[in-house]
C-alpha cells in the first residue's frame, strides 16, 4: 500500500514540475486559474531577504530558540498567533540574538560556604545551597533561622548573608570598564564588599568570623599554613611553634597579600558598581561596602563605608554612595556618610541617623567583617581560577558569550549600563512604591521584630566556640595532618 502511495505522489509531482504548452493552453482556454501560470523563478516576484541573523549563541544555550518548557499548546497549534510572530521577527532581524540575551541567566556568584540550612530558587526549582552552589540571574537564596552563608561573586565582590535572610541576585552586566551588580534584599541582613586595591596588615589575631571554619577552599584556612610551617620545622621548632598563638598567621596573610597584588590589575581599570535595594530603600554605589537590614512592612539599617579594617588602601578609583527614596514622584537622593548607621523609615520617605539602643547591635552584626582572610583569600583564589580569563579588558563580545556566558556592554554604545541603571531607578521606585502600600495591607496585623540578636547570635556563639576550643588537643593535631587528612578535615 505504501509502495502505490509513493508511485501516485511521484506522478503528482511529476505533473506539477513538467507543464507543457498544450497544457497551458489547455489552462487558459477554459480559465482555469484566475492567475497566470508561473513557469520561472522570476514569475513569483519573490523579493530575496537575508536570513534571521543569529550572530552568535552563549556559552551553555543551544541553537534552538524556542521555549519549550513555557510554551502552551494551544500558543503552538494557533496559527493566527504563529503569524502575528512571525510578522514581528520579520520585522526585526536580530530577533534571535535579541531571545538569546533575554534567555541567557548569567552566573552572578558561587556559594563558598553555607553554615545550617541554606536553600537557592531558580523559577520554580528549589535546591539546597552548598559549597560551589552556583547562582544566575535571577536567583533568590535564602538562609533559615540560625544558618549563615558567603557567596563570591564572578566579579571579586563578596556577599555575607545573615540568618532568616532572603537576597534576589537580580543581574550582573559587564563591561570592559565595570561590573554592574543588582541585588534586592527580600528581608533580613546583608553584608556587601567591592573588591578594593591594597594589602592587608599582617594581625597575630584570631579571625572574627570563625563559625564558617573550615573553608573547602584548601589554601584560603589558616591550618593548611600552619601545616606547611610545622612540616619545615625541626623537633626543638616544633615544641615551640606548640604554644604560638595563632600558627600560620604569617603565611597565610603573605599569600593573600601576594594574590591580592597580582590580581589588582584586574581592577586598575575597572570598577564594582552596585544596585542594593529592598522595598522602601535603593543604595548605589561604586567600589565601596554596605550592610543593609530589612524587615517587611518595617523600617531598614544600613551603613556604607569605603574601605576594609586594618587594610593599607590602594585604591585610586572612584567610589560614592547614593541612596533613593520611595514615591511614585519622588526623585530626591541622598549622599550618606561612611561609617554611620542609618535608618529609613518602613514608608522609605525619610532617613535618619541610627543613634538609638538598636546602634550597638547593629555595630556587633558587622564586627564579622573585622578580620577575615581566609575568606579574602578564597575570593583571591576563585578570582584567579574561574574569573581572570573574562574580566581581563580585551575580551570581544564573542569571545565572552561564546567561552564564558556573558553578555559585554557598552561595546557598540558606551550608554548601555548609564540607560541600565536609569531603567532600574526609575522602575524600583515606582514597583516599590506599590509594593509597599500592598505590604502595608498584607501585614496590618502583624507585629515586627526589628532588628535582634537572633540574626547573628548564632554566628556569634559558634565564633566563640572555635576561640574558646583554639588548643585543645584535637586542634594541635591539625597541623601534623598530611594532605589526605587535611582534605577530609575540610569536609566536616
Not at 174 to 192: A, D, P, T, W, Y
Not at 450 to 460: E, K, L
Amino acid at each position: 500500500m505504501k509502495l502505490i502511495a509513493l508511485f501516485l505522489l511521484g506522478i503528482y509531482s511529476t505533473a506539477l514540475v513538467a507543464l507543457e504548452q498544450n497544457d497551458l493552453d489547455f489552462i487558459y482556454e477554459y480559465d482555469l486559474v484566475r492567475t497566470n501560470v508561473r513557469k520561472k523563478m522570476e514569475d513569483f516576484e519573490v523579493k530575496p531577504m537575508k536570513l534571521d541573523e543569529d550572530e552568535f549563541k552563549y556559552k551553555g544555550q543551544s541553537r534552538e530558540t524556542t521555549q519549550w518548557a513555557t510554551l502552551k499548546d494551544y500558543e503552538w497549534f494557533d496559527f493566527k498567533l504563529w503569524a502575528k510572530d512571525r510578522d514581528i521577527k520579520d520585522k526585526d532581524l536580530v530577533w534571535k540574538k535579541r531571545i538569546r540575551d533575554l534567555t541567557n541567566a548569567e552566573l552572578v556568584g558561587r556559594v563558598l560556604k553555607c553554615v545550617g540550612v541554606c536553600t537557592s530558587y531558580r523559577g520554580s526549582k528549589e535546591n539546597l545551597a552548598e559549597f560551589q552552589t552556583n547562582l544566575r540571574e535571577g536567583d533568590e537564596f535564602k538562609t533559615d533561622p540560625d544558618s549563615f552563608a558567603w557567596i563570591l561573586l564572578i566579579d571579586g565582590s563578596i556577599l555575607r548573608v545573615s540568618s532568616k535572610s532572603s537576597v534576589t541576585l537580580q543581574e550582573i552586566n559587564l563591561s570592559r570598564e565595570k561590573s554592574f551588580v543588582i541585588l534586592r534584599v527580600n528581608q533580613g541582613q546583608i553584608q556587601f564588599q567591592s573588591r578594593l586595591m591594597g594589602e592587608f596588615e599582617k594581625l597575630n589575631q584570631p579571625e572574627s568570623d570563625l563559625g564558617f571554619n573550615p573553608f573547602q577552599v584548601l589554601q584560603a584556612n589558616r591550618e593548611y599554613y600552619s601545616i606547611h610551617e610545622y612540616r619545615k620545622m625541626n623537633k626543638d621548632e616544633r615544641v615551640r611553634y606548640a604554644i604560638a598563638k595563632h600558627p600560620g598567621y604569617d603565611s597565610q596573610y603573605d599569600k593573600l597579600n601576594q594574590l591580592m597584588k597580582k590580581n589588582d590589575k584586574l581592577f586598575e581599570n575597572r570598577d564594582t558598581h552596585f544596585f542594593i535595594y529592598s522595598p522602601n530603600i535603593s543604595i548605589e554605589g561604586v567600589n565601596t561596602n554596605v550592610s543593609l537590614f530589612y524587615e517587611p512592612n518595617g523600617v531598614s539599617y544600613f551603613r556604607l563605608d569605603d574601605s576594609y579594617k586594618y587594610f593599607n588602601k590602594k585604591d585610586f578609583r572612584i567610589s560614592f554612595n547614593k541612596v533613593y527614596f520611595r514615591g511614585h514622584q519622588n526623585l530626591a537622593e541622598m549622599e550618606p556618610d561612611n561609617k554611620k548607621w542609618y535608618q529609613m523609615d518602613k514608608t522609605g520617605s525619610t532617613i535618619s541617623e541610627e543613634k538609638s539602643e538598636k546602634t550597638p547591635l547593629l555595630s556587633a552584626s558587622i564586627a564579622f567583617l573585622n578580620r577575615i582572610p581566609s575568606i579574602h583569600l578564597a575570593r583571591e583564589i576563585w578570582l584567579e581560577k574561574y574569573s581572570f580569563d573574562f574580566l581581563k579588558a580585551q575580551q570581544t563580545p564573542r569571545e565572552l558569550a561564546e567561552m564564558h556566558g556573558y553578555r559585554l556592554w557598552d561595546f557598540t554604545n558606551k550608554e548601555e549600563i548609564k540607560k541600565r541603571l536609569y531603567f532600574v531607578k526609575e522602575y524600583t521606585r515606582r514597583i516599590e512604591t506599590t509594593n509597599l502600600i500592598s505590604l502595608r495591607g498584607l501585614l496590618q496585623s502583624k507585629k515586627n521584630e526589628d532588628f535582634n540578636p537572633s540574626y547573628y547570635a548564632m554566628s556569634m556563639r559558634k565564633h566563640y566556640n572555635q576561640v574558646r576550643n583554639r588548643y585543645r588537643s584535637e586542634k594541635l593535631k591539625i597541623r601534623e595532618m598530611s594532605d589526605t587528612h587535611y582534605y577530609l578535615w575540610t569536609l566536616k
